[in-house]
């Protein structure tokens, strides 16, 4: 055998033997949909170290080829070790295997490292197997690298902030669940494009004046940030927040190195994420609410009167009830929208009563009151008003709008909304 032809044989062999060890790896892979428990093989410190994660596909991985967006999600320090059972207690993973329906509309990856026992996320090295592991998952999923997002809770949250310093332009955005400040100077300068999201209670200590202190000083280096305080609580607020698609829906919006999404949810609209419990009328009226009017948020929305969406209503068609959540405290809408710079955009509302009540219909762009009217018998002909509001003052920015249901006398205080429609020429 001469030498040319031996050295053909060889890179084809080569060849063969690195195709190979391709399949192998990527049928060291899970490819159905679900919950599995893995190991990721790396080292720290010299030693050998065997780092238990959990990963969770789709329910339609297998018949579908397309890339999707991976969460991370790094657990506290109550849920260390290599078992795999502690991934479950807390976070999406235990989100989505305790929710059948958020399980069900879950379109993203998720990745759940366990730290080691006797190892904290800050521990010198540990951002760096996180970051590892995070690749070593991408290559093995379909994954979209444009698309994917760290969070964590308590020593995950403060880990979050650290896996985010030891990775380079890995993530689309972040949101650390009650944090503590980190080496802010480094954070400030390396944090870039990456959205941050930080999630606090107003009572949690440390924790609390942590986010704040980091929230001011990336904004002062002019990164995007959205600080949400939940007011009252202590230490705990993520419960609600990975339990709620809204949630992911939120850091989904977001593309590595892309601009601020449009119609962005503001802080109100997530602050009111952590009162939706999985039983509430706003969490029951979540649903039928999103299909008639998909980038608004529905908050304190009371039960009585039967709310949620009517297939006919007083000669309309697909009308909206809501109701107030008691005599103090109005049912509100709210969504942000970037209102355009030319034309002559406006805020057209179709809304109607029952007809032995009336309510008081408040709008409100960014904080302040733009009209102010009662419905009922006396302003609604034949059961509606209609009501365009000019947004001609607004044009150009991104305004978050709130529609009040204020209860007048409480009796009979529903609101129909059979249209409520942003307009421009």
């Keep these: 055998m001469n030498g040319a032809r031996a050295s053909r044989l060889l890179i084809a062999l080569l060849a063969l033997t690195a195709c190979a060890a391709a399949r192998a790896a990527t049928t060291a892979f899970p490819t159905t949909a679900g919950h599995h428990n893995l190991f990721f093989e790396t080292t720290l410190d010299g030693k050998p170290l065997k780092l238990a994660y959990a990963l969770f596909l789709p329910r339609d991985y297998e018949t579908r080829t397309a890339k999707r967006a991976l969460v991370v999600f790094l657990v506290g320090a109550g849920e260390v070790g290599s078992d795999h059972r502690a991934i479950y207690v807390h976070g999406p993973a235990a989100a989505l295997q305790r929710d059948k329906r958020l399980g069900d509309w879950a379109e993203f990856i998720v990745l759940s490292p366990q730290c080691p026992a006797g190892k904290r996320w800050e521990t010198p090295g540990m951002p760096k197997v996180v970051v590892d592991c995070i690749k070593h998952v991408s290559r093995g999923v379909r994954v979209d690298t444009d698309r994917v997002y760290l969070t964590g809770l308590s020593m995950g949250g403060t880990g979050t902030w650290h896996v985010a310093l030891a990775a380079e332009n890995l993530f689309a955005a972040i949101a650390p669940i009650c944090a503590q400040a980190v080496q802010l100077e480094r954070m400030a300068g390396h944090i870039g494009t990456t959205t941050a999201w930080i999630i606090v209670g107003t009572a949690d200590g440390s ?39 809204r949630f992911y829906e939120f850091l989904l919006l977001h593309r590595r ?30 649903e039928p609410f999103r299909k008639i009017l998909p980038w608004w948020t529905l908050f304190n929305c009371g039960g009585d009167m039967d709310p949620g969406l009517k297939p006919e209503l007083n000669g309309r068609r697909n009308v ?23 034309g002559r955009p406006r805020l057209r509302l179709v809304v109607g009563h029952h007809p032995e009540g009336d309510w008081q219909l408040i709008v409100r762009a960014d904080g302040k009151e733009v009209l102010k009217r009662i419905v009922g018998k006396a302003t609604a002909k034949d059961g509606w008003l209609e009501v365009v509001v000019d947004l001609a003052p607004w044009a150009g920015k991104d305004v978050f709008f709130e529609l009040l249901n204020q209860p007048t006398g409480w009796a009979f205080e529903a609101a129909y909304w059979a249209t409520v429609r942003f307009e421009t020429d």
């Design 207 to 245: 924790y609390t004046t942590g986010s704040r202190t980091m929230a001011e000083t990336l904004r002062v280096a002019g990164a995007d940030v959205v600080l949400t305080e939940v007011p009252n609580a202590g230490h705990g607020v993520w419960g609600p927040y990975y339990a709620n698609r």
């Design 320 to 342: 909206f009830v809501t109701h107030p959540l008691n005599p103090q405290t109005a049912c509100r809408m709210m969504t942000s929208w970037p209102v355009p710079k030319r």
């Design 257 to 286: 190195g892309g601009p601020r999404p449009k119609r962005r949810p503001r802080g109100e609209q997530l602050v009111s994420i952590a009162w939706t419990p999985p039983g509430s009328v706003d969490a029951r009226l979540a």
